[in-house]
Structures are given as structure tokens and as C-alpha cells.
Antibody, heavy 120, light 110 residues
Framework: QVQLQESGPGLVKPSDTLSLTCTFS????????WNWIRQPPGGGLEWIGF???????DYNPSLKSRVTMSVDTSKNQFSLNLNSVTTADTAVYYC??????????????WGRGTMVTVSS | EIVLTQSPGTLSLSPGERATLSCRAS???????LVWYQQKPGQAPRLLIY???SRATGIPDRFSGAGSGTDFTLTISRLEPEDFAVYYC???????????FGGGTKVEIK
């Protein structure tokens, strides 16, 4: 059974870097695009960006200057770094697979999400 | 970026009734790039419909999607108790524009 699981600190200080990892189990991390999406408390969904094992990335222009994503094929993991965080970055962070390789042009697999609070 | 506007914001209906949710795009969207998700409290979104009208694996046939251009709809033919949730539409164009989500429609029990 394919699964995604987010991990990382639940509390980050303002101006610090938010770092999260997502582990994919039940398959290979190759051949798909891997995404981060966030949802502030009581709010809607915001796409942060994607990464691919080839090194290709694409980020939401609204966050591009602060975001870095990468894939670690040896661990079947991918990661998110968001620097210079503020309280506006407080949200549930989801990792998700873009399923186009399987013919599904959508986020077909999601992690359960991890709440990250930015506070001093 | 392409803005997706969902309406209504909240839909109050009874089990057994029909729900029609709207998603309007600020510019034309390819039909194979419009997606619908369902989200229940405390859970991650779940894929319902992709390519405007294709149901994801395991999604019951009371869920259907339709539309083209700038206007898309999600219809739930007869609401079951487990269908009361928030629904989001999402689009992605391979044109350099970012992937975006609509603001969501909450389907609540009347």
C-alpha cells in the first residue's frame, strides 16, 4: 500500500527555516512529481511547489524566493525548506504525489499532514 | 495566475438531496486539468474527480463532474451522511502559470 508520511518540527521561530521531510512507502520515488501543499487554520489549500528525482523543481511564485525542495532517492524521501518564516506560515503542511505518471493528472496520494506553528 | 471561484461558499442540504457545486475559472482551463477533492475535518483532502469528469478509484458513481472552458460543476446525485464535507476544485496548466485551488464549498447538513 502506497503511503506518504510527513515529519519535522511542529514549532518554528520567526525568521528561522521550516524544514519538513516526506517519506514515500510502497513504491519507488522515481517517475513521479512530489509536492508540498499547505493549509492555514480554517483556510483553504495553497500549492507550494514540486520536486522530481531528476532535480527539476517548480515553486509557487508567491513563495519562490523562500522555498527549496529536493528528492533523496536513497531514502525514498523528499524535503521542503522554507526560510525566513513568519506567523503567516503557520499551517498544516501536506505532501502529495502528482499522479500523472499513472495517467491521473491530480494529487492522487496525500500524507496525513503535519501542523507547523511559527511562534517565538 | 488562474483564480478559481467556488460557489456557493456553503450549501445546506438534507441527506438524499442533490448537491450542485460550481467552480469558475478566471480564464479558460483545459478540461483535462480540472480536479475535485473532498476534505473532512482533521483529514487530508481526497481525490474525487480528475480530468473534469473521471472518477478516482473507489469513488461512488453518485459523484460526477462536468464542464469546460471556465465553468465546471461537481454534482452529488443523492447525498449520503458521509458526503458532508468541504469540496475544493483545482487546476494546473503546463504554461508556466502556478497550480491553484478554489476557496472551497462546504456541504453541511440542513
Amino acid at each position: 500500500q502506497v503511503q506518504l508520511q510527513e515529519s519535522g518540527p511542529g514549532l518554528v521561530k520567526p525568521s528561522d527555516t521550516l524544514s519538513l521531510t516526506c517519506t514515500f512507502s510502497g513504491g519507488s520515488i522515481n517517475s513521479y512529481y512530489w509536492n508540498w501543499i499547505r493549509q492555514p487554520p480554517g483556510g483553504g489549500l495553497e500549492w507550494i511547489g514540486f520536486c522530481h528525482h531528476s532535480g527539476r523543481t517548480d515553486y509557487n511564485p508567491s513563495l519562490k524566493s523562500r522555498v527549496t525542495m529536493s528528492v533523496d532517492t536513497s531514502k525514498n524521501q523528499f524535503s521542503l525548506n522554507l526560510n525566513s518564516v513568519t506567523t503567516a506560515d503557520t499551517a498544516v503542511y501536506y505532501c502529495a504525489r502528482w499522479g500523472e505518471t499513472s495517467g491521473i493528472k491530480a494529487f492522487d496520494i496525500w500524507g496525513r499532514g503535519t501542523m507547523v506553528t511559527v511562534s517565538s | 495566475e488562474i483564480v478559481l471561484t467556488q460557489s456557493p461558499g456553503t450549501l445546506s442540504l438534507s441527506p438524499g438531496e442533490r448537491a450542485t457545486l460550481s467552480c469558475r475559472a478566471s480564464q479558460s482551463v483545459s478540461s483535462n486539468s480540472l480536479v475535485w477533492y473532498q476534505q473532512k475535518p482533521g483529514q487530508a483532502p481526497r481525490l474525487l474527480i480528475y480530468g473534469s469528469s473521471s472518477r478516482a478509484t473507489g469513488i461512488p458513481d453518485r459523484f460526477s463532474g462536468a464542464g469546460s472552458g471556465t465553468d465546471f460543476t461537481l454534482t452529488i446525485s443523492r447525498l449520503e451522511p458521509e458526503d458532508f464535507a468541504v469540496y475544493y476544485c483545482q487546476q494546473y496548466q503546463y504554461s508556466g502559470l502556478p497550480l491553484t485551488f478554489g476557496g472551497g464549498t462546504k456541504v453541511e447538513i440542513k
